[in-house]
């Protein structure tokens, strides 16, 4: 098998064992300006498959990412974080790792090649649903079990990887490739290329969820308000966009079990919770058309 450009050897860290703590780590720091770029360079990629992503949960479809070590434990943080952010339920964005739940935590020996795992997990699949496979080499077989399965189920496929010569890249329906190069040590995809896949997977989620109406501007208008710190913002998201005062805010809020959405459009058209809600769900749950038409 040809050697993946995510094992090669970084010519500009040969030294770093030598080098003072503060130099190593601004040699660091330097390999990790080059990710930005790189991200950057494939924003129409990525753009494309977020309105795959978007069009799939409009339908009724889920996101499901599915990973091995780094890439694996990237997914499930950006799944996990989607149902406080954007109060979806957590069945719409979920993540796979091989291995496993074990595998979160510790190193699962021969996960990343357990093809027929790999097929099996993906059997929750369906066809309204969207499949992101993501790998910096792009080779465990794990992916390409997922793959497959994906294929039988006529499910939507998108690569995340960072060499655009592995397998998934071949494989899935839609790629997004980031090749930022070999890592500061060789090897360690964790480096550049887990912030390249952190970063992409940030845009996949969060764009989807603006797509479908999540956001109002750049306000997290459908956020839990579960302590005392989203309760804050809560408040101050409310009090914001319907021009109010922070305890009218908190007023309209308690009233109906502070759900954002629904406090703004009781501010806003003078109305009592559930007529409010109602109002939402004729509009699609999506805030700036209700508040378009009440203007």
Same mark, same amino acid.
């Given at each position: 098998m040809?050697?993946?450009?995510?094992?090669?050897?970084?010519?500009?860290?040969?030294?770093?064992?030598?080098?003072?703590?503060?130099?190593?780590? &601004?040699?660091?720091?330097?390999?990790?300006?080059i990710v930005?770029?790189?991200v950057?360079?494939?924003?129409?990629?990525?753009?494309?498959?977020v309105?795959?992503?978007?069009?799939?949960?409009?339908?009724?479809?889920?996101?499901?990412y599915?990973?091995?070590?780094?890439s694996? #434990?990237?997914?499930?943080?950006?799944?996990?974080e989607?149902?406080p952010?954007?109060?979806?339920?957590p069945?719409?964005?979920?993540? /796979?790792?091989?291995?496993?739940?074990?595998?979160?935590?510790?190193?699962v020996?021969?996960?990343?090649?357990?093809?027929?795992?790999?097929?099996?997990?993906?059997?929750?699949?369906?066809?309204?649903?969207?499949c992101?496979?993501?790998?910096?080499?792009?080779?465990?077989?794990?992916?390409?079990?997922?793959?497959?399965?994906?294929?039988?189920?006529?499910?939507?496929?998108?690569?995340?990887?960072?060499?655009?010569?592995g397998?998934?890249?071949?494989e899935?329906?839609h790629?997004?490739?980031?090749?930022?190069?070999?890592?500061?040590?060789?090897?360690s995809? &964790?480096?550049?290329?887990?912030?390249?896949?952190?970063?992409?997977?940030n845009?996949l989620?969060?764009?989807?969820?603006i797509?479908?109406?999540?956001?109002?501007?750049?306000?997290?208008?459908?956020?839990?308000?579960?302590?005392?710190?989203?309760?804050? #913002?809560?408040? &101050?998201i409310?009090s914001?966009i319907?021009?109010?005062?922070?305890?009218?805010?908190l007023a309209?809020?308690?009233?109906?079990?502070?759900?954002?959405?629904?406090?703004?459009?009781?501010?806003?058209?003078?109305?009592?919770?559930?007529?409010? /809600?109602?109002?939402?769900? &004729?509009?699609?749950?999506?805030?700036?058309?209700?508040?378009?038409?009440?203007?």
């Open positions: 040809t050697e993946a450009i995510t094992e090669y050897r970084n010519e500009n860290t040969k030294d770093i064992d030598l080098l003072s703590t503060i130099d190593m780590v &601004r040699k660091m720091n330097e390999e990790d300006k930005a770029n790189v950057g360079d494939v924003a129409s990629d990525i753009a494309t498959a309105d795959i992503i978007a069009r799939a949960f409009l339908k009724g479809g889920r996101l499901f599915f990973g091995a070590g780094t694996g #434990r990237l997914g499930i943080l950006d799944a996990s989607c149902p952010t954007f109060s979806v339920d069945s719409m964005v979920q993540g /796979r790792i091989a291995g496993g739940k074990e595998a979160l935590l510790f190193a020996e021969g996960a990343e090649d357990n093809f027929e795992a790999g097929k099996n997990d993906a059997s929750i699949l369906t066809e309204k649903d969207v992101v496979v993501i790998s910096a080499s792009g080779n465990p077989k794990y992916l390409l079990g997922v793959l497959d399965k994906a294929d039988e189920v006529a499910c939507a496929t998108i690569a995340v990887t960072c060499n655009s010569q397998r998934i890249a071949q899935a329906g790629v997004i490739c980031a090749e930022v190069g070999p890592e500061v040590i060789a090897g995809s &964790r480096l550049k290329a887990g912030t390249a896949q952190k970063m992409i997977l845009m989620s969060t764009g989807s969820m797509k479908i109406g999540k956001t109002y501007e750049n306000f997290m208008i459908d956020l839990k308000a579960v302590n005392e710190k989203l309760k804050d #913002r809560a408040i &101050r409310v914001q319907s021009g109010v005062s922070n305890s009218e805010a309209a809020l308690l009233k109906c079990n502070w759900e954002i959405k629904t406090a703004i459009v009781m501010l806003t058209t003078k109305s009592d919770a559930d007529n409010a /809600r109602l109002e939402l769900k &004729r509009h699609g749950g999506v805030l700036r058309r209700l508040i378009k038409e009440a203007v």
